[in-house]
């Protein structure tokens, strides 16, 4: 055991120096602390061990060292000592080596497995280990943040090894499912109009944090928050995922593409009683974790066994510390929390009115021009959709994913939730006084049925899961149109087309932040399987022949696309609120005759009518949600022309959709919208 010399508190985690690196790692409940340098990562004895002094080696709660001779790409990890008391919180196992929580960089040996990290006994062999890493040691070449408005902006959630893992996607097998791999694919995005990409979870996580004979494909149980998950790069080095995720975010900048993080401060893998000890646990699981019954048990608000303490002063400084590395060493433009409704709770588990971690997030000034997103909700029943707290936080907005799809399966009374959704749903947010991008509106995401799934299926499939179909949502609001699951049946293959076009119009029409699932724009399935976090497989990957198959659907959305980035954005950077644009709008509300929408709990067609001043045009849009055709009138003939039908989604393509500027005109003064359908139409105004 080599003694240790002193080192600095400040910064935690592992810091290159001239000579050497310092380390610091804070644990208020230790009583011992040793590092330990390894040389390769399933080695099974550390090369070379310091031991912290106490009393040298401990200011405050910071335990701190400098050591000469280390250099970028050394890796390390812990042990820590102090009393084994589940009773009172404390589960120290000197036996276990353990994560840096502030390590930039993580190697996972070959014979990673959770199993020896719950098993009494020593664990180096198979334990993940930090990497030193020097964030200054890499060329940017001028790249920064791209800071897009929220009001140019539509959202791509993708899974970064779903994406290019299939090999149908054309990249080299060397780089498929890859950061690398995702980079290759960059045309393709820009082609479709994509101006920001949500990455499914990319801070290391634990790859079998599921049931046996599975694997935790989707990322949701994090073990490292400053590390770039290590097996979604090409490169086998460990600096090799740090530069490579950098070099994907360059490349998605030089193209225009934002990326956002979706990011899981809410649990860790460690999980609950019966779960292995990988870091927190192990360093100073108090502090770390809601606990519950004297802390012998965890608080479990999120579904997955424990719950972050993120209002602890010590996990909010992690917090805040590993988005502000990502912005500015690592270049990220935004964040997506997930079950964010769980960075309101204090350590017992409360609601609090004024969160101290979500408004150290929000006024960070290294964090000010970030997109910060919101899952307003968490597992155990706070929802916050239109009531999550600050001024700067969007929120994906369920009610209108909720009520989107009740309105084209024609549900009682969804006609009015609906109208209201799609003009930045007034009801849930006007009482802020915030811009209409506050709501993210989205049909489907990762959780949940595919868009193909959800005019496919009427039940939920999950048997693949292994939990006998009891795991993932029940309430789909999905239909079939007819048929479960796959058919030759032309018509309902139609219908299901038709219904997909209908979503996706709404979704990029609606006032708000835009986003779909990756593969929804090709009507990607997975079989029915609406909780498919388990299966690292085709069922998941992105099958590249549907681009050519389904060339209706991805044509549909380009055009789309293509208009609603000319859109104004006048009304965010002046910062006008919600309320107020639309008293600009001059909106009008109709039903099948003109000025008489018809609200009721049977109605099931609507269509809203405005002039857009700033762009000269008047719409009129469209909705039937009715399974017979029906005749709308519309408003007479002015003298910006006649009315243009941009979009008739019951016409076949590419009638469909049309050029914004080759759009034909509409003669008379009634439009017949087919069963199930919606109609764009606009003019020049006067």
């Given at each position: 055991?080599t ?13 290159v120096?001239?000579g050497g690196?310092?380390f ?12 330990l ?6 080695d099974?004895?550390p090369a070379?061990?310091?031991a ?5 080696n401990r200011?405050y709660h ?6 000469p001779g280390v ?5 390390y990890?812990?042990r820590?000592?102090?009393p ?5 919180g ?5 036996d276990k ?13 070959d014979?990673?497995?959770p199993?020896?990290?719950r ?14 890493v020097?964030p200054?040691?890499?060329d940017w070449?001028?790249?920064a943040?791209l ?5 140019r902006?539509?959202i ?13 996607s054309?990249v080299?097998?060397?780089?498929r ?8 694919k960059i045309?393709y995005l820009k082609d479709?109009g994509?101006?920001a ?5 990319v801070?290391?996580?634990d790859?079998h944090?599921c ?11 994090p ?10 790069s ?8 740090v530069?490579?995720?950098?070099d994907m975010?360059?490349?998605?900048h030089?193209?225009g593409i934002?990326v956002i993080?979706?990011v ?5 893998a460690e999980?609950?009683?019966d779960?292995?000890t990988?870091?927190?646990?192990g ?5 770390y ?19 972050l303490n993120?209002?602890h ?8 510390d ?7 060493e690592?270049h990220?433009?935004g964040?997506?929390f997930?079950?964010?409704?769980i ?8 609601p609090?009115p ?12 290294a964090?000010?021009g970030?997109k910060?997103?919101?899952e307003a909700?968490?597992a155990a029943?706070l ?7 600050g001024?700067a936080?969007?929120?994906?907005n369920?009610r209108?994913?909720?009520d989107a799809?009740?309105f084209?399966?024609?549900a ?12 930045g749903s007034p009801e849930v947010?006007?009482?802020k006084?915030?811009?209409a ?11 949940g049925?595919?868009?193909d799934?959800l ?5 939920k499939h ?7 179909n009891r795991?993932g949502?029940?309430?789909?609001r999905?239909w079939?149109c ?8 032309p018509?309902v ?5 038709r ?17 779909i ?9 997975q079989g029915?399987?609406n909780?498919?976090y ?5 069922a ?13 659907v ?10 609603r980035l000319l859109?104004?954005v ?5 910062r006008v609120?919600?309320?107020?644009m639309?008293e600009r709008?001059?909106?009008?509300w109709h ?6 929408p018809?609200?009721?709990?049977s109605?099931?067609?609507?269509a ?5 001043r700033r ?7 469209i909705l039937?949600g009715?399974?017979?055709p ?7 003939a002015a003298a910006g022309?006649p009315?243009r039908?941009w979009?008739?989604t019951?016409?076949p393509t590419p009638?469909?959709i049309?050029?914004?500027?080759a759009a034909p005109?509409?003669s008379g003064?009634?439009?017949r919208?087919?069963?199930?359908s ?9």
């Open positions: 055991m003694p240790a010399a002193v080192g600095y508190p400040s910064p935690l985690g592992a810091t120096l001239d690196a310092n610091s790692l804070y644990s208020r409940t230790a009583t011992g602390v040793e590092l340098l390894f040389d390769r990562a399933d099974a004895k070379r061990a310091v912290l002094d106490p009393v040298a200011t910071y335990w701190h060292t400098f050591v250099k970028p790409g050394q890796l990890g812990y820590v000592h102090g084994a008391d589940p009773a009172r404390l589960r120290f196992d000197a080596v353990l994560l840096d929580p502030y390590a930039r960089g993580v190697v996972v040996p014979g990673y497995s199993e020896p990290a098993r009494p006994g020593d664990n180096a062999a198979t334990a993940m280990k930090g990497v030193v020097d200054a040691g890499y070449e001028g790249d943040p800071r897009r408005p929220s009001a902006t539509f791509y959630e993708m899974h970064v090894r779903g994406f290019t893992r299939h090999p149908s054309g080299k097998e060397s780089v499912g890859t950061y690398a791999g995702l980079a290759e045309p479709l994509v101006t990409v949500e990455l499914l979870p801070h290391a996580f790859p944090a049931p046996p004979g599975l694997v935790n494909y989707w990322g949701y149980q073990v490292a928050y400053f590390a770039p998950h290590p097996l979604y090409s490169r086998r080095d460990p600096l090799g995922p530069d490579e995720f950098r975010v360059k490349a998605l030089r193209a934002e993080l979706d899981v401060f809410n649990h860790t999980g609950n009683h779960g292995p990988l870091c927190y646990r360093i100073d699981n108090p502090t974790y809601i606990l519950e019954r004297g802390g012998e048990r965890y608080a479990d608000y999120t579904g997955c066994g424990n719950t993120a209002n002063p010590v996990v909010r400084r992690l917090i805040v590993s988005l502000r590395y990502w912005v500015t690592m990220v433009d964040f997506r997930d079950l964010a409704s960075l309101s709770r204090d350590e017992s588990g409360r609090l004024n969160p101290p971690v979500l408004w150290d997030i929000e006024s960070d000034p964090l000010a970030t910060l997103i919101a909700w968490d029943g929802y916050q959709v239109g009531s999550f707290v001024d936080w969007k929120e994906w369920g209108f994913r909720d799809r009740d084209f399966r024609a009682p009374g969804s006609a009015r939730r609906f109208a209201d959704r799609l003009v947010y006007g009482h006084r915030r811009e991008e506050q709501s993210v509106n989205f049909v489907t995401c990762h959780d049925f595919s868009l799934d005019v496919s299926y009427d039940r999950n048997e693949a899961n292994g939990e006998d795991d949502a029940d309430d789909n999905s079939n007819g048929v479960e699951g796959p058919t030759d049946d018509a293959e139609e219908l299901r087309n219904q997909v076009k209908n979503f996706l119009t709404v979704t990029m029409m609606s006032l708000g932040v835009p986003m699932v990756m593969g929804d724009e090709v009507r990607r399935t029915g399987n909780n498919a388990c299966h690292d497989d085709a998941n990957w992105f099958d590249w022949s549907l681009v050519e198959r389904h060339a209706d991805h044509r549909f959305v380009k055009l789309l696309l293509a208009r859109r104004d006048a009304h965010e950077e002046q609120s919600l309320s107020e639309l709008a001059n909106e009008a039903g099948v005759r003109l000025n008489r018809d609200w009721g709990e109605s099931h067609a609507f809203l009518g405005a002039e857009l762009e000269r045009v008047d719409f009129h849009l039937n009715y399974w017979e029906l005749e709308f009138e519309l408003p007479p022309g009315w039908r979009i008739d019951f016409l009638q469909d049309v050029e914004w500027r005109a509409v003064n009634a439009y919208a087919g069963p199930r919606v109609v764009m139409l606009y003019r020049d105004a006067d």
